[in-house]
């Protein structure tokens, strides 16, 4: 009877000292550790790569003329893959783009409203990452349906 008490305390003790390990539990994250049990706020995303301030070049059609730009990359709170361009003077507001999967290099701005002091335009566009450039393709059509594309070179700071 006495060794059965002493294997059921040893059976306790061994099973109450596991420490928890922490890590990034969220399985979207790049760095997802499979054995953690709880999140310590590493998790790292795809996305990640696109966040800073970018200094730009703009070269627009009809719109606007060539200018130098300032806008920022920050993550969108409501999706692992998704980014928002924020000032972004384009659009006058802030655009979302999604970080294609398969090639995190590439960016897709899907189309979408944006309304300013001046117009309601429809924006969509794509833009590719290399090392701290990234180059975006922006089309907007106003609400005369006037088509317009800008190319934008930009380094991030």
Known sequence: MKKIGIYLLLVLLSHSCKKEKKGCTDAEAINYNTEASSDDGTCTYERDVYIGVYDAIKTCGIFDS????????????????????????????????????????????????????????????????????????????????????????????
């Open 66 to 157: 060539d200018s130098s730009m300032v806008f920022q990359i920050s993550r969108s709170p409501d999706a692992g893959n998704r980014i928002l361009l924020e000032e972004f003077p384009e659009t006058g507001g802030i655009l979302y783009a999604n970080v294609d999967l398969s090639d995190v290099n590439k960016i897709i701005i899907p189309n979408q409203t944006l309304e300013n002091a001046l117009d309601v335009s429809q924006v969509s566009g794509t833009g590719t990452l290399s090392g701290s450039s990234l180059n975006l393709k922006i089309y907007r059509i106003d609400a005369s349906n006037t088509l317009d594309s800008c190319s934008i070179e930009a380094t991030r700071r």
